[in-house]
């Protein structure tokens, strides 16, 4: 059982598009919230994360939006570009703890 | 920059061997993960260790142990694999959450 759901499992958008990946979340004792890309062959590297206390936050072309009371949260990518096709994961854990909960990641392809 | 290495990128096994997979972290992270990667289930996790010889179950530790005898170094073993235990394997080592990720054991068992 899945604590955190994550889609779509794939995606192919066109460069310059705006992909958006969702996730949610049932365990509202969750209250951390960290996005990792991972490349192939390598690991995945932390991109971006938030606390449920803001709403959004944006990190360059990055930015997570996050809904309390739906318990969901996403990561929308502005300005596409080839370079971010990757696999990404959303997470959650309690107080940045050591059990991070990942989904079940969604492989990006951004077409040239 | 934190480097998390991997003892091997691909290692076949046979059914009922013991597995040894060894990680090593350069930033004295006091912790330590093991994390199994397959398609369509993301990451889960095996065990981790939050001090030397100290260690905690994840979410599927059956099948798998682990070894932490220095800072450094977390090793997982597979006592007996089996055909089930065909992933890829990532560990990785964290301050204050913040996880940092080895490349990963692609490891296949026949």
């Known amino acids: 059982q899945q604590q955190v759901k994550q889609s779509p499992q794939s995606l192919i958008v066109q460069k310059g598009g705006i992909p958006i990946i969702n996730c949610a979340y049932e365990n509202t004792a969750f209250d951390y919230f960290p996005w990792y890309q991972q490349f192939p062959g390598k690991g995945p590297a932390l991109l971006i994360a938030?606390?449920?206390?803001?709403s959004e936050k944006k990190e360059g072309r990055f930015t997570i939006s996050f809904n309390k009371s739906a318990k969901q949260f996403s990561l929308h990518i502005m300005d596409s570009q080839p370079g971010d096709s990757a696999t990404y994961f959303c997470a959650a854990s309690i107080q940045r703890g050591n059990k991070l909960v990942f989904g079940a990641g969604t492989i990006l392809r951004v077409k040239s | 920059d934190v480097k998390v290495t991997q003892s091997s990128r691909y290692l076949v096994k046979r059914t009922g061997e013991k597995v040894f997979l060894e990680c090593v972290q350069d930033m004295d992270h006091e912790n330590m993960f093991w994390y199994r990667q397959d398609p369509g289930l993301g990451l889960r996790l095996i065990y981790f260790?939050?001090?030397?010889?100290?260690?905690e179950k994840g979410d599927i530790p059956e099948g798998y142990s682990v070894s932490r005898e220095k800072k450094e170094r977390f090793s997982l073993i597979l006592e007996s694999a089996s055909t089930n235990q065909t992933s890829m394997y990532l560990c990785?080592?964290?301050?204050?959450?913040?996880?940092?990720f080895g490349p990963g054991t692609r490891l296949t068992v026949l």
């Open positions: 260790s939050y001090d030397v010889k100290m260690k």
């Open positions: 990785a080592s964290s301050l204050i959450g913040q996880k940092f």
């Open positions: 938030i606390r449920p206390d803001v």
